[in-house]
């Protein structure tokens, strides 16, 4: 009796703790964030609120079962809240100015077969892995699906278009997942650069 009596306990914690991680709030050391879709409102991150410790890992992943991005995108300016376009002049071959006085943009060239270059008014920065420092002024791209770690003091920190595992459209890079070990306390506000009503926390103690 008393082993039935242990079982059922462990059985009862085991769904208790399985029930935990679709409610607002959730502490544990690693973690998977779902942005849309878990089986309800394809705009929602669950779950929401996340508590962990210093040097503990966050997984961001899209589990919907249509080819519809999400983003998690930390931004400790506003005014680095990147355009998903914008327009471009240009003086000669080699040089593309933005027109509007937006900090965080870059034209997004991509390559044909041949490997020749074409320029899309499409502001890489929204799209893609990137990581830009405190100044403002080192930007670097990141590896998709790349494990970054995170010191707190960056401007901008984007996964990229996150897409369904296997729906990654023809010629986008196929992004189903970003993952953030944080270096140092703090609390982290993210949001979808796509959607920004879709917004979460991480509390790192």
Known sequence: MKILSILFIFMGTTIFATSNYFL???????????????????DSISPKNIEIKVGDSVTWHNPMIVPEPHTAAFLRDPNYFPPPAIPFSISNISELKPV???PNIEPLIVANESGANAVVVDNARHY????????GSNVTYLEINQNYTMTGTEKFVNSGW???????????????????TFKNHGTYDYICVIHPWMTGVVTVT
Do not use: M, Q, R
Not at 24 to 42: E, P, R
């Open 24 to 42: 607002d709030n959730v502490s544990a050391s690693d973690t998977l964030v779902s942005l849309g879709g878990n089986g309800s409102s394809w």
């Open 128 to 135: 893609t892995p990137v990581a830009i420092d405190s100044t």
């Open 100 to 102: 509007l006085p937006v």
């Open 162 to 180: 996150i897409w369904p595992e296997g729906l990654a459209p023809p010629g986008v890079p196929p992004i189903s997942s970003f993952t953030i």
